[in-house]
C-alpha cells in the first residue's frame, strides 16, 4: 500500500520543472540579477537529448535516491552559461556583454562555472529532499563542453527512461536561450526502494 501511494503521488513532470525553476530562483538571488524560466516541457527519453547547433556546458549532477546513485545534466548554451559565471564573479553588465563572445573558458571562469554547477546541484538537493519519500543527496559532479549536436556525456545506460525539461531562459536582459534538464527517473527508484524495504 505504501508503495503505491509513494508511486501515484510523485508527479515526475511537476517535480522536474520544479527543480529547474528553483535553480533560476537560486541563481537569481546569488547573481543578484534576474533569470527567467518559462514555458517548461518535460518529457520521458530513452536517450540523453542534445543541446542544439552551438556549444554548451554541461553542469553534471550525481543523484543518489535510497542508496542508488545515477546522473542528470543541465545543459547551458555557452554565452549564457559564461554570463552565469561572470555575474558570479561580480563583473560589471558592460563586461559580461563582451565576455558572452567567449569560445575559450581560463582558470577563473572555469572555478565559477564550477561554483555555478555547486549552486545548481543545491537546488536540485533542495526540491528532491522535499518531495521524495526517499532520502537523496545531489552533488555538483563538475562541468564539461559539449559540442553542437552531441550528446552530453553522463553515466547512464542506453534505452534507461529520463525526464528531459526543455525550458526557454533569459539571464538577466540578454536574448533568451534554451534550457535542457535531464534527470533519470525517479519514481522507479524510489518504488524499488519502498517495495525492497
Known amino acids: 500500500m505504501n508503495a503505491i501511494r509513494t508511486r501515484a503521488n510523485l508527479?515526475?513532470?511537476?517535480?522536474?520543472?520544479n527543480v529547474l525553476a528553483r535553480m533560476a530562483t537560486d541563481l537569481s538571488m546569488i547573481m543578484d540579477r534576474e533569470f527567467v524560466v518559462e514555458d517548461a516541457?518535460?518529457?520521458?527519453?530513452?536517450?540523453?537529448?542534445?543541446?542544439?547547433?552551438?556549444?554548451?556546458?554541461s553542469f553534471k549532477l550525481g543523484i543518489e535516491v535510497g542508496g542508488?546513485?545515477?546522473?542528470?545534466?543541465?545543459?547551458?548554451?555557452?554565452?549564457?552559461?559564461?554570463?552565469l559565471?561572470?555575474?558570479?564573479?561580480?563583473?560589471?553588465?558592460?563586461?559580461?556583454?563582451?565576455?558572452r563572445h567567449r569560445t575559450e573558458l581560463d582558470g577563473p571562469f572555469k572555478e565559477a562555472l564550477l561554483e555555478v554547477g555547486k549552486f545548481l546541484a543545491g537546488a536540485c538537493a533542495s526540491v528532491l529532499r522535499q518531495a521524495l519519500p526517499l532520502e537523496s543527496t545531489t552533488r555538483s559532479d563538475g562541468c564539461q563542453?559539449?559540442?553542437?549536436n552531441v550528446r552530453p556525456a553522463l553515466s547512464y545506460s542506453e534505452g534507461d527512461e529520463l525526464l528531459v525539461v526543455r525550458a526557454r531562459a533569459r539571464v538577466h536582459d540578454?536574448?533568451?536561450c534554451e534550457l535542457v534538464?535531464?534527470?533519470?527517473?525517479?519514481?522507479?527508484?524510489?518504488l524499488a526502494e519502498v517495495l525492497s524495504g
Open 145 to 148: 563542453g559539449v559540442r553542437a
Open 174 to 176: 540578454f536574448e533568451p
Open 181 to 190: 534538464l535531464t534527470l533519470p527517473t525517479l519514481a522507479d527508484v524510489a
Open 41 to 57: 516541457r518535460v518529457e520521458r527519453w530513452t536517450q540523453r537529448p542534445v543541446g542544439g547547433a552551438q556549444v554548451h556546458i
Open 85 to 99: 559565471a561572470a555575474f558570479l564573479m561580480m563583473l560589471p553588465d558592460g563586461e559580461v556583454a563582451q565576455e
Open 11 to 17: 508527479d515526475e513532470a511537476e517535480l522536474a520543472a
Open 68 to 83: 542508488r546513485s545515477r546522473q542528470g545534466c543541465l545543459l547551458v548554451p555557452l554565452p549564457d552559461a559564461v554570463t
